[in-house]
C-alpha cells in the first residue's frame, strides 16, 4: 500500500487540501473543512513544496508550478488533464480548443466530463478552460472561485 500524506492550505478563496503520497501530489481540492494538519501528522517534502508554490501563486509571485503530479484518472483523463498543462497563466481555451488539441475534435462533452473530474486544482489549471463563447462555465469548486482566479490571472 502507497503511503498517503496530507496537508491543508487556507487560500484567499477557500480551504484547500493536499494529498501527495512518495510518486507526486495526487489531489488538490477545496474542502469545507478548515482543520489543520495536526503536528504529528507526517509529512513530506512533495507537500511542503506544493504548499510553498501555492503560496507564490496566490501572492502573485509565481505563474508556473513545478511539481511532481501523480495524475489518478483514464487515459483520455490523462491526456486531456496533459493538455491543461499546457495553457499558460492569463490565457484561456474552450473545451472544443482543448479537444482539438488532443485531437479529438467530437469529443467535446468527453473533455467537459474529463476536466470537471480533474484532481488536482489549480496546478492543473481547468480553471481556464471556458465556454465557446467566453462564457464561464462550470468549475467544480465554484463559478465564484473560477472568478476570481481568472481575476488573480488577469484574464478577467
Given at each position: 500500500?502507497?503511503?498517503?500524506?496530507?496537508?491543508f492550505?487556507?487560500?484567499?478563496?477557500?480551504?484547500?487540501?493536499?494529498?501527495?503520497?512518495?510518486?507526486?501530489?495526487?489531489?488538490?481540492?477545496?474542502?469545507?473543512?478548515?482543520?489543520?494538519?495536526?503536528?504529528?501528522?507526517?509529512?513530506?517534502?512533495?507537500?511542503?513544496?506544493?504548499?510553498?508554490?501555492l503560496?507564490?501563486?496566490?501572492?502573485?509571485?509565481?505563474?508556473?508550478?513545478?511539481?511532481?503530479?501523480?495524475?489518478?484518472?483514464?487515459?483520455?483523463?490523462?491526456?486531456?488533464?496533459?493538455?491543461?498543462?499546457?495553457?499558460?497563466?492569463?490565457?484561456?481555451?474552450?473545451?472544443?480548443?482543448?479537444?482539438?488539441?488532443?485531437?479529438?475534435?467530437?469529443?467535446?462533452?468527453?473533455?467537459?466530463?474529463?476536466?470537471?473530474?480533474?484532481?488536482?486544482?489549480?496546478v492543473?489549471?481547468?480553471?481556464?478552460?471556458?465556454?465557446?463563447?467566453?462564457?464561464?462555465?462550470?468549475?467544480?469548486?465554484?463559478?465564484?472561485?473560477?472568478?476570481?482566479?481568472?481575476?488573480?490571472?488577469?484574464?478577467?
Amino acid at each position: 500500500m502507497v503511503e498517503e500524506f496530507k496537508t491543508f492550505y487556507q487560500s484567499p478563496i477557500g480551504v484547500i487540501e493536499i494529498v501527495a503520497n512518495q510518486k507526486g501530489i495526487t489531489r488538490i481540492d477545496f474542502v469545507n473543512n478548515k482543520s489543520k494538519r495536526k503536528s504529528d501528522e507526517p509529512s513530506n517534502e512533495i507537500l511542503d513544496e506544493c504548499v510553498k508554490q501555492l503560496d507564490e501563486y496566490f501572492k502573485g509571485q509565481r505563474k508556473t508550478f513545478n511539481l511532481n503530479l501523480n495524475l489518478i484518472g483514464t487515459e483520455f483523463q490523462k491526456r486531456v488533464w496533459q493538455e491543461l498543462l499546457k495553457i499558460p497563466f492569463g490565457k484561456t481555451l474552450s473545451y472544443r480548443d482543448v479537444a482539438n488539441r488532443i485531437k479529438n475534435p467530437k469529443a467535446v462533452r468527453a473533455v467537459g466530463q474529463a476536466i470537471g473530474k480533474n484532481p488536482i486544482s489549480i496546478v492543473v489549471p481547468c480553471h481556464r478552460v471556458i465556454g465557446s463563447d467566453g462564457s464561464l462555465t462550470g468549475y467544480a469548486s465554484g463559478l465564484k472561485r473560477k472568478e476570481w482566479l481568472l481575476k488573480h490571472e488577469g484574464i478577467l
